[in-house]
């Protein structure tokens, strides 16, 4: 029988009845739980599913950026929250926080949430194991998800620069000689208490450029996960000051380079960003990884390094006629931003 639960010291024990993937252990869901208590969690438990959610306010506070600024819908947006069922993990978006050995049914999932909210999004790779029986539900394109493919040939990072373009081989040792001054250090527990403060201010930097503003990671999350060994985070210093920073998770033959944050100022000089790029490409390689996932954002940057774009999509349904016809002109609007895709390597014949 399916069941739905928002505390999660509800389901400690039944939750790990059957085998589930990384993204679903229930240590690393408890982190997310216990740092960010202002979301609803979603626990839905079946035979042979879990899945993992989030209810969360959405501000449109950005609306203008589809809209005339004197808009009345504009300024009717701007002072409204919408609470949004988003059917897995916001934090995380492009791997999937649920397992299933048969279709879900999304009217019955539905129905056992009694939390309230207005809009349904549901990400693609979800929608296509549901049985769906609305047809109210509208495809969005969202931002490519950037993934480099980690060639077997390559045993170090200079293996990696060997195969680029005459082009971007420089760029990445313009990147380097730039950045010579950067010492990497690995941060222990310690470390990230000491530098806690810092480390939000840069990943704010970083955040506060997304297009809506969803529920903000909670970057003091860091020391449990690395507490429990489920990420690492490397700082980055100038002048033995702390410039950036990056996290990444290890799961079997994949990398995954998660919640960054670098001085967007001293990044237009020194390029921090860049570097931290470079040293999960290198990271990635001396794993024996075969793919590193890079996220959604700077997308054309990232192919730069060699990083190829994998379409993503969302449906999303409206729950109210009259919020649905209000928010048309918004949804309707929501374009991908286009972006040029760089081929860095070298045409092997």
């Given at each position: 029988?399916?069941?739905?639960?928002v505390?999660?010291?509800?389901?400690?024990?039944?939750?790990?009845?059957?085998?589930?993937p990384?993204?679903?252990?229930?240590?690393?869901?408890?982190?997310?739980?216990q740092a960010?208590?202002?979301i609803?969690?979603?626990?839905?438990?079946?035979?042979?599913m879990?899945?993992?959610?989030?209810?969360?306010?959405?501000?449109?506070t950005?609306?203008?950026?589809?809209l005339?600024?004197?808009?009345?819908?504009?300024?009717?947006?701007?002072i409204?929250?919408?609470n949004?069922?988003?059917?897995?993990?916001?934090f995380?978006?492009?791997?999937?926080?649920?397992i299933?050995?048969?279709s879900i049914?999304?009217?019955?999932?539905?129905?056992?949430?009694?939390?309230n909210?207005?809009?349904?999004v549901i990400?693609?790779f979800?929608?296509?194991?549901?049985?769906?029986?609305?047809?109210n539900?509208?495809r969005i394109?969202?931002?490519?998800?950037?993934?480099?493919n980690?060639?077997?040939?390559?045993?170090?990072?200079?293996?990696?620069?060997?195969?680029?373009?005459?082009?971007?081989r420089?760029k990445?040792?313009?990147?380097?000689?730039?950045?010579?001054?950067?010492?990497?250090?690995?941060?222990?527990?310690?470390?990230?208490?000491?530098?806690?403060?810092?480390?939000?201010?840069?990943?704010n930097?970083?955040?506060?450029?997304?297009?809506?503003?969803g529920?903000?990671?909670?970057?003091e999350?860091?020391?449990?996960f690395?507490?429990?060994?489920?990420?690492?985070?490397?700082g980055?210093?100038?002048?033995?000051?702390?410039?950036?920073?990056?996290?990444?998770?290890?799961?079997e033959?994949?990398?995954?380079?998660y919640f960054?944050?670098?001085?967007?100022?001293?990044?237009?000089?020194?390029p921090?960003?860049?570097?931290?790029?470079?040293?999960?490409?290198?990271?990635?390689?001396?794993?024996?990884?075969?793919l590193?996932?890079?996220?959604?954002?700077?997308?054309?940057?990232?192919?730069?390094?060699?990083?190829l774009?994998?379409?993503?999509?969302?449906y999303?349904?409206?729950e109210?006629?009259?919020?649905?016809?209000?928010?048309?002109?918004?949804y309707?609007?929501?374009?991908?931003?286009?972006?040029v895709?760089?081929?860095p390597?070298?045409?092997?014949?």
């Open positions: 029988m399916l069941k739905v639960f505390d999660i010291n509800k389901i400690n024990k039944e939750w790990n009845k059957i085998n589930l990384y993204f679903l252990n229930f240590n690393f869901l408890q982190i997310f739980y960010h208590p202002k609803s969690h979603i626990f839905a438990i079946d035979s042979g879990r899945l993992y959610g989030h209810i969360f306010k959405l501000k449109f950005k609306a203008k950026n589809y005339s600024d004197k808009s009345i819908l504009n300024i009717i947006l701007s409204i929250n919408f949004v069922l988003y059917l897995t993990n916001s995380i978006t492009n791997v999937p926080s649920f299933s050995n048969e049914n999304l009217r019955k999932l539905l129905k056992n949430i009694k939390q909210y207005s809009i349904v990400p693609d979800l929608f296509d194991k549901l049985i769906v029986e609305d047809n539900y509208i394109e969202v931002e490519e998800e950037m993934i480099l980690i060639n077997s040939e390559w045993d170090t990072l200079a293996d990696y620069i060997k195969d680029l373009k005459k082009k971007y420089n990445v040792k313009k990147i380097m000689k730039q950045t010579n001054e950067i010492e990497l250090r690995k941060l222990a527990e310690a470390d990230l208490e000491k530098h806690e403060i810092k480390i939000k201010k840069l990943f930097q970083v955040a506060k450029s997304s297009q809506f503003s529920p903000r990671f909670n970057t999350s860091y020391i449990p690395v507490k429990q060994k489920f990420m690492k985070i490397d980055y210093f100038m002048n033995d000051k702390l410039v950036g920073f990056s996290s990444i998770i290890e799961k033959e994949e990398l995954f380079s960054v944050g670098f001085d967007k100022i001293l990044n237009k000089s020194v921090i960003y860049g570097r931290i790029l470079i040293e999960n490409i290198k990271c990635a390689i001396q794993g024996g990884k075969k590193l996932i890079l996220g959604r954002t700077a997308n054309e940057y990232k192919s730069n390094f060699g990083a774009p994998i379409k993503s999509y969302v999303l349904k409206i109210n006629n009259f919020l649905r016809t209000l928010l048309k002109p918004v309707s609007k929501l374009r991908v931003k286009k972006w895709q760089r081929s390597f070298k045409i092997k014949t």
